[in-house]
């Protein structure tokens, strides 16, 4: 069983960075341990410093739920493509529900800044942009575990 | 089941892939792939890198899902993959690892990053991903100027072309300059150098350039050093594309290794070149086993190197290199056999004056360089080269021109000239050419096959340094 207190809080500067912009990669399996993936939009981490909820397109999360609704095990891989910096959040999915329309100016927000980063490394707006942001679908997670993931020697060692 | 084949622009690197990994336990895990790499119609290669989280996972469950994207499009696909072997030799582990180093060397990372194996997967299914959230919806106007923009351009017909215009090239001069003109004309790359082997086993230097401001002749690259060395040394072409993002996701990896106490290595070599080239080749020049110079291509806009184009590329360095080495034979055998004058003629007007009353070049005995009024000219042969021609000068009064030929430089002992395979004309031109950049005051003129004049456009005051 997966523990329900988190062993790690996420800090206020890692919430920050979480809430950057970034790019999202969400992780879950089926009964066969065979992993899927899916890219998210968008998150937001809780006041309780022990929740994220994510956002992403309501097709790729139909994908994911039928694996979370059997096996709770959730990956969340956050990364910056310019400096590469990424945090992996592990943990149990708790639930799904459609994204409000109040939380979609802070979605694209975050869209937003991340086709900037993009912009950066030569990937063009034109390449990123156009996407179709909604609907979203919002699911929340309880984090267990929080590990470093920038490429290197120190990838996958816990943060505290 | 989608053809791999059909996805090569997805292994170029140009956009993150993202790999999905479970441990026997069920724990799901994602992480970021700088490269994911096609081996054959039923496998794919990943690079390991360190012992990470999807290394223990892939250990534990052979069970993979990578995506990646297709760069013209943004279309997303997944590829199911089982993994089967890691490999630390052969052509897909020796392909990755240059790749790798080219990028440590760049980022004074040699050592740490570097590849410790090419995780070999089968590939079970693909699947395209008809909407990926998080990027456009496929574009067909995008993908079909993006196709139309990075069409592939190495084909045999082009490969002729290249061949009847370098045929038309009298001189080894001629030559040089006729493949970077050719490699623009035919093949739109507007960067271009070639670099020729040197009297120094581990050393090239660029002879020609195209599209650079600054020229650069006379550059040096030891072996094992950036893109060139690299190439110099395994005689393998690379390519590497998407060196922005590629130099940024090394530069983590140096940060976070100065973190857990590793010290990367201090010297940075630089990128040769272009100041931010998205994109880089480099393809070695052999003839029969040996090793004559390197040819590198830079682009600054993210040109797909195909999987297919390596072939060409391979029959472009072979053919690049004996049209070279033929043309230095060429103008060995012809050299004149008679005596030239070496009465002093007047200097031609093209020749520039100093400004100084007279140039001071001091010749280090030590260092075999040649300094003018105090500025790195030249080194090696080629200094040894430029000092002999200056003091035979200055023996046949000073001012004016005086002309020699190839074959008295390669009589004379005090140059030392290996007796097979003295480059002395390469020599000659590399001198000529990084003259006009650094010195045009002493110029050298070719004034037929095999022979040419010095020329001053100032007095020159001689000094010999230990």
């Given at each position: 069983m997966w523990p329900v207190a988190a062993k790690s809080l996420i800090s206020d500067e890692l919430a920050a960075f979480i809430e950057s912009g970034l790019s999202i990669n969400v992780g879950t399996r089926d009964s066969e341990l065979e992993p899927d993936g899916v890219v998210a939009w968008a998150a937001r981490v809780h006041d309780d410093r022990a929740q994220i909820t994510i956002y992403l397109h309501n097709d790729a999360a139909d994908a994911m739920?039928?694996?979370?609704?059997?096996?709770?095990?959730?990956?969340?891989?956050?990364?910056?493509?310019?400096?590469?910096?990424?945090?992996?959040?592990?943990?149990?999915?708790?639930s799904a529900r459609p994204a409000k329309a109040s939380e979609r100016a802070e979605v694209e927000n975050q869209i937003d800044k991340f086709s900037k980063d993009l912009e950066a490394i030569g990937i063009p707006r034109a390449m990123s942009s156009g996407s179709q942001v909604w609907p979203c679908a919002a699911i929340q997670m309880r984090v267990s575990e929080l590990f470093e993931q920038t490429p290197g020697p120190g990838a996958g060692k816990p943060l505290q | 089941m989608i053809a791999l084949e059909s996805l090569t622009s997805c292994f170029q690197g140009l956009i993150p892939s993202w790999l999905y990994t479970c441990s026997r336990?069920?724990?799901?895990?994602?992480?970021?792939?700088?490269?994911?790499?096609?081996?054959?119609?039923?496998?794919?290669?990943?690079?390991?890198?360190?012992?990470?989280?999807?290394?223990?996972?892939?250990?534990?469950?052979?069970?993979?899902?990578?995506?990646?994207?297709?760069?013209?499009?943004?279309?997303?696909?997944?590829?199911?993959?089982?993994?089967?072997?890691?490999?630390?030799?052969?052509?897909?582990?020796?392909?990755?690892?240059?790749?790798?180093?080219?990028?440590?060397?760049?980022?004074?990372?040699?050592?740490?990053?570097?590849?410790?194996?090419?995780?070999?997967?089968?590939?079970?299914?693909v699947e395209a991903i008809d909407y990926e959230p998080g990027m456009p919806a496929p574009s067909p106007a995008l993908h079909s100027r993006a196709q139309a923009e990075t069409r592939l351009p190495f084909t045999l017909k082009a490969l002729q072309e290249i061949?009847?215009?370098?045929?038309?090239?009298?001189?080894?001069?001629?030559?040089?300059?006729?493949?970077?003109?050719?490699?623009?004309?035919?093949?739109?790359?507007?960067?271009?150098?070639?670099?020729?082997?040197?009297?120094?086993?581990?050393?090239?230097?660029?002879?020609?350039?195209?599209?650079?401001?600054?020229?650069?002749?006379?550059?040096?690259?030891?072996?094992?050093?950036?893109?060139?060395?690299?190439?110099?040394?395994?005689?393998?072409?690379?390519?590497?594309a998407g060196i922005l993002r590629q130099m940024l996701y090394a530069a983590a990896v140096g940060k976070c290794a100065q973190e857990q106490g590793l010290k990367p290595a201090d010297r940075r070599i630089p990128l040769p070149g272009l100041q931010n080239p998205e994109s880089q080749l480099g393809v070695p020049l052999i003839v029969r086993d040996e090793l004559i110079g390197v040819?590198?291509?830079?682009?600054?806009?993210?040109?797909?190197?195909?999987?297919?184009?390596?072939?060409?590329?391979?029959?472009?360095?072979?053919?690049?290199?004996?049209?070279?080495?033929?043309?230095?034979?060429?103008?060995?055998?012809?050299?004149?056999?008679?005596?030239?004058?070496?009465?002093?003629?007047?200097?031609?007007?093209?020749?520039?004056?100093?400004?100084?009353?007279?140039?001071?070049?001091?010749?280090?005995?030590?260092?075999?360089?040649?300094?003018?009024?105090?500025?790195?000219?030249?080194?090696?042969?080629?200094?040894?080269?430029?000092?002999?021609?200056?003091?035979?000068?200055?023996a046949h009064q000073a001012g004016g021109a005086v002309e020699f030929t190839n074959r008295r430089l390669r009589l004379d002992k005090t140059l030392n000239l290996p007796e097979f395979k003295d480059n002395l004309e390469s020599r000659l031109i590399l001198l000529r050419r990084r003259l006009e950049e650094r010195c045009p005051e002493i110029h050298i003129a070719q004034s037929g096959r095999g022979r040419f004049r010095l020329e001053l456009g100032s007095k020159v005051e001689l000094v010999e340094q230990p």
């Open positions: 739920l039928r694996n979370l609704r059997v096996h709770p095990e959730i990956a969340a891989l956050f990364e910056r493509p310019t400096s590469h910096r990424a945090c992996q959040a592990k943990g149990s999915f708790l | 336990a069920g724990v799901p895990n994602a992480a970021i792939l700088s490269h994911v790499d096609y081996v054959d119609s039923r496998h794919v290669a990943l690079s390991f890198q360190f012992f990470n989280k999807s290394k223990r996972n892939i250990s534990e469950n052979p069970r993979a899902k990578v995506r990646v994207y297709d760069p013209d499009s943004m279309r997303a696909y997944a590829l199911r993959l089982r993994f089967v072997r890691t490999e630390t030799e052969g052509p897909t582990f020796e392909s990755m690892r240059l790749r790798i180093e080219a990028i440590a060397s760049y980022t004074g990372l040699k050592g740490i990053f570097k590849l410790l194996g090419a995780d070999i997967y089968e590939v079970v299914s061949s009847d215009r370098i045929h038309q090239a009298g001189t080894l001069d001629c030559l040089l300059d006729a493949i970077l003109e050719t490699l623009e004309s035919i093949f739109g790359f507007r960067h271009s150098m070639l670099l020729l082997a040197t009297e120094q086993p581990d050393r090239l230097e660029m002879i020609a350039s195209r599209g650079y401001p600054e020229g650069g002749v006379g550059s040096e690259v030891r072996a094992g050093e950036g893109i060139i060395g690299l190439v110099a040394e395994a005689r393998k072409p690379i390519r590497v040819l590198c291509i830079e682009t600054d806009q993210s040109y797909r190197f195909h999987e297919e184009d390596r072939a060409y590329i391979e029959v472009l360095g072979g053919y690049l290199a004996i049209a070279i080495q033929n043309a230095l034979l060429k103008e060995r055998t012809e050299e004149p056999e008679e005596h030239v004058s070496t009465k002093p003629r007047a200097a031609a007007a093209s020749v520039p004056s100093s400004r100084h009353p007279a140039l001071k070049v001091e010749y280090y005995k030590s260092d075999e360089c040649i300094l003018v009024d105090g500025e790195y000219l030249v080194r090696s042969l080629p200094a040894k080269i430029l000092w002999k021609l200056l003091h035979e000068h200055q």
